[in-house]
């Protein structure tokens, strides 16, 4: 056999991560009510039949990516550095979010299509999706926090308010894709957060 011959097999776990990544972009352009099949394994450069090998129905493929949108979370929470205080904590986790927004617009239109989507047909997962994210910032601002007397409800504000300036922020920015604007936001909704930290939680909250 000669070198030029020789095609690396592809392991069906890489084949999966392909088909996730590749249904994140379809679902961006066209949404879920046209993310096909066929358009997700175009998309991937693979044929219909090594989808549907990877997985028996669409929704199994779909569960997948609400994992790998679930991983994303959790992966920008744990970079916020927990180790810092509650305020920077909740700070970088803020930055952090938004920040994955904006380095991929599909990631973005995706997320939320599929949220909206699942909630509307499926109720719970389009919740748990949601719930996920929202428990891995709940566990970063207490761990941030554990040296300190910060009341669970305290807890449970601060990361409701950082899911809705992000929440915010990423509709802006699909809506008018101007990453220089979008940029100089994310410093205005930074300054939020730690407007409403000072008075939520007394007048020097940079030491808790």
Known sequence: MHREDFV???????????????????????GIDGATTRRIADQAQANLAMLHYCYDSKEDLFADVYEFVAGRYRDVVE????????????????????????????????????ISW????????GMAVYDQALKSVRAALRGASADHAVEPETIDQIAYVIATLADGFALNWLTYEDRSAATEQMAITESVLQSWLAVRLGSTPATV
């Open 8 to 30: 690396p097999r592809i392991s069906a776990a890489q084949r999966r991560s392909d088909f996730v990544n590749a249904a994140i972009e379809v679902i961006a352009t066209y």
């Open 79 to 114: 970079d916020s550095d927990p180790h810092s205080t509650l305020v920077e904590t909740a700070r970088r986790t803020l930055r952090g979010i938004m920040e994955c927004y904006l380095e991929s617009p599909s990631f973005t239109a995706a997320t939320l299509d599929l």
């Open 118 to 125: 699942a909630r509307r047909q499926h109720g719970d997962r």
